[in-house]
């Protein structure tokens, strides 16, 4: 084969993704090899279109045929591992797109690669607690809670789950601006009391936290962006990626140390 020719890189680019079935397809051979009517019924495209493509693939040395069946050569192998990246990304990108700017930068050492396989939960008109609610699953399934910069925007939707969880035995450490600190006492004191007296809650105040807030879970960490003028959490992205662990790790231990910090117990 290797009849086809294109004027420059973009020429492949562009053909891959004019049709949506093009890449999917390519992609679809680098995992087996497959038939002709497996890969029209998977795509949902008409048998005459799956026939063309892969006429057009072969011609680009990207597959070629076995029998009854298509299989990827290692030139297609390599344009489809790309695609598949770039796919990815940008399905990354447009999950945090309107959201982003909410989250740590780069200057705190936190980078949009470690959020390529997390899970992102956006506040939506029509149900503005779904970041909340996602916070609330992470810890019914951990035994120990570490979170620095909670805002009262966070605690206030979620206290009471936070509670009864530090109650039931989740050993938690919250560092957090004076102002929750300030919430608690004039809010819900008796609430907090009660998890101060479990033994499993340590609270502790700061002054200079960060625009966001991270929690470290047993398997997963998770950032939380806020909308400071709204006085609400937009964005919760959490993950299991080991950098974005060991970022998170480092930011609380960071914030951890840093001076002055005030146990909350003494002023309940």
Not at 28 to 51: D, F, H, K, Q
Not at 106 to 122: H, Y
Request: glycine share 4%.
């Amino acid at each position: 084969m290797g009849q086809y020719s294109s004027e420059t890189p973009i020429d492949d680019i562009a053909y891959l993704t004019r049709s949506e079935h093009r890449a999917p397809t390519l992609i679809a051979l680098t995992v087996r090899p497959r038939s002709r009517s497996e890969l029209w019924e998977m795509t949902g495209v008409s048998e005459s279109t799956i026939r063309r493509t892969l006429s057009e693939f072969e011609e680009r040395d990207w597959v070629q045929r076995n029998g009854y069946q298509y299989e990827v050569t290692q030139l297609g192998a390599f344009i489809a591992s790309a695609m598949a990246e770039l796919i990815d990304r940008v399905k990354t990108e447009r999950k945090l797109r309107d959201v982003w700017r909410l989250l740590p930068d780069e200057d705190s050492g936190f980078t949009i690669e470690m959020c390529s396989d997390a899970t992102v939960t956006v506040a939506e008109p029509e149900n503005p607690s779904r970041p909340i609610a996602r916070f609330c699953s992470l810890i019914e399934d951990t035994e120990r809670l570490r979170f620095t910069g909670l805002d009262v925007a966070m605690l206030d939707s979620c206290k009471q789950e936070l509670c009864e969880r530090i109650v039931d035995g989740m050993e938690t450490e919250l560092i957090n601006p004076p102002r929750v600190a300030n919430y608690i006492r004039s809010d819900c004191p008796s609430l907090f009391s009660e998890a101060l007296e479990s033994g499993n809650l340590d609270v502790r105040l700061h002054d200079d936290l960060p625009p966001f807030g991270v929690s470290i879970f047993d398997d997963r960490i998770a950032i939380t962006g806020y909308d400071r003028e709204a006085v609400t959490v937009r964005v919760l992205v959490d993950t299991d990626d080991a950098d974005a662990r060991d970022w998170a790790e480092s930011t609380f231990t960071s914030h951890r140390r840093k001076t002055p910090i005030l146990p909350i117990e003494n002023d309940l």
